[in-house]
């Protein structure tokens, strides 16, 4: 088999699946996939998958010192005059497009004739925008006689993806998507899509990559045994998603099941060695001496610490620090090898945002809650004064709007509504009063540290939230790999 395996990565997102798939072998100087084509329509997500393009130009270890320059916020470019022509053909590579506008159609269609060639060995990775099929999205199309989804054209965006299968015919293909498509309506239509023939009159056998009790036979799977517990594989997030994978029934390879770890990797375990840092405050002086009297008043009030000795504790932390991560601290090995970069100059996209003061009482409650009792408050747990304006509060509807990721364990979904505000994703060292960074998410992520979000704060988070974790599409990369031997 000729290496590397063209990966063509549509609805890309920041590059999740591609960055898992593209990281193997790259250690060892002979790397089994590359990202031959990735297509993406946000803006923001497209700036960050070419700067991602231009870092795996390099060997492993070996990209120049202004990539890191840069994402230290030390230069307005990643590249210099001697790397401006593999910063072009990074960028070749990467297409700022929207799947289902003819013209953009057009325009990936020739690529991919041109990249691929006569190519027929290669993965198609993806996951066509999801947000119709969760449980959230459907609701709002719900009908007296059932969900309408029809209104809303991301649910018919997988199409796109078919498109590409039918016509270009890859011999193996990655498609990811949320937990809600289970309940959907479309699921049987989609799985029935995903199996029939494309354009050289060769079908697609569909695969689960977890292994059941009851699974013998590929006619005897249930939608629900698609479903990956990321939880399960070593990342540090309870991240439910179906993960369908398709073979080409021209190949006679049939493939493993992805490994359960014995052990789960904690929030703790994956953000703590993070540099500490403070909150901002909004709508009044963010300044560190008033944060500092702010918290102390806080835990002085909560915990009946001494105003003294809480100020001596916090006076050194910032919304930002120019430090770099410690991951050497990190009991898990695998999990540290695979975000650790000891080139690093920073933290980068390490800055926290700012909370309204009766919001850091109420941070710094649940994580103090969470410190002592191994588990996030709900809304009956919190004193009457911490009470929030909101009609809904202590009516379980939203009975934990104030979560608090807690240390011992992996952490909650890490969704794209972590970009509207923190409430959902609070940290759990109760003495920095805060939401999570956009690198603390992307830890729980597992995004390589060396891993740059571009575009303003909001962006980088949702970015993060709708990705796939990179180290669980490196695990499935290795399953695809063994296809092609």
Not at 315 to 325: D, F, H, I, T, V
Request: aromatic share 10%; with cysteine; charged share 30%.
């Amino acid at each position: 088999m000729k290496h590397p395996i063209p990966i063509v990565d549509i609805f890309a997102g920041p590059g999740g699946l591609g960055e898992g798939f593209s990281a193997l072998g790259r250690d060892q100087g002979k790397p089994v996939f590359d990202t031959a084509i990735a297509a993406e329509m946000n803006l923001h997500a497209h700036k960050t998958l070419r700067l991602r393009s231009f870092f795996r130009h390099f060997p492993h270890r070996k990209a120049p010192d202004s990539y890191y320059e840069y994402i230290a916020g030390l230069r307005t470019e990643p590249f210099t005059d001697e790397t401006q022509d593999i910063w072009d053909a990074s960028s070749e590579k990467v297409l700022h497009l929207e799947l289902g506008v003819e013209a953009d159609d057009k325009i990936l269609d020739e690529k991919l004739k041109n990249t691929l060639g006569d190519r027929k060995d290669w993965v198609l990775l993806g996951g066509p925008p999801c947000q119709a099929y969760s449980t959230i999205g459907r609701w709002q199309y719900r009908t007296d006689k059932g969900h309408d989804l029809s209104k809303d054209a991301r649910a018919h965006l997988y199409k796109q993806y078919l498109r590409i299968i039918h016509k270009h015919c890859p011999k193996v293909f990655v498609m990811e998507n949320v937990k809600g498509l289970l309940s959907s309506k479309y699921f049987d239509l989609i799985f029935k899509d995903l199996k029939s023939e494309n354009s050289n009159g060769l079908g697609y056998r569909l695969y689960s990559l977890v292994e059941n009790e009851d699974r013998n036979l590929l006619q005897d799977l249930k939608p629900s045994d698609y479903l990956i517990r990321s939880e399960d594989h070593g990342i540090p997030q309870r991240r439910h998603r179906v993960i369908i994978l398709g073979v080409r029934e021209d190949s006679d390879k049939r493939p493993r099941f992805l490994e359960k770890e014995i052990v789960t990797v904690s929030v703790g375990e994956a953000i703590l060695d993070l540099p500490a840092l403070r909150s901002g405050l909004s709508k009044s002086n963010n300044t560190n001496e008033n944060w500092q009297n702010v918290v102390a008043e806080i835990a002085t009030k909560q915990s009946g610490l001494s105003r003294k000795f809480t100020k001596k504790v916090i006076e050194n932390l910032r919304q930002s620090s120019a430090q770099p991560p410690s991951p050497h601290l990190i009991l898990n090995r695998e999990f540290a090898n695979w975000i650790r970069d000891e080139r690093l100059i920073s933290t980068p996209n390490h800055v926290t945002r700012g909370h309204m003061v009766s919001d850091l009482a109420r941070y710094y409650f649940a994580a103090k809650f969470g410190e002592e009792n191994k588990l996030s408050p709900r809304d009956r747990d919190f004193p009457t004064e911490l009470d929030p304006d909101h009609k809904s509060w202590k009516k379980n509807k939203f009975n934990d709007r104030f979560r608090v990721q807690v240390a011992n364990n992996p952490s909650t979904t890490v969704v794209s509504h972590i970009s509207k505000d923190g409430h959902s994703y609070i940290h759990p060292v109760p003495m920095q009063c805060r939401s999570l960074t956009v690198r603390e998410a992307a830890r729980l992520q597992t995004f390589p540290d060396n891993y740059f979000f571009e575009g303003p704060r909001t962006e980088q988070f949702r970015q993060v939230g709708n990705a796939v974790p990179p180290l669980l599409a490196h695990k499935i990369s290795r399953i695809v790999a063994e296809l092609f031997e």
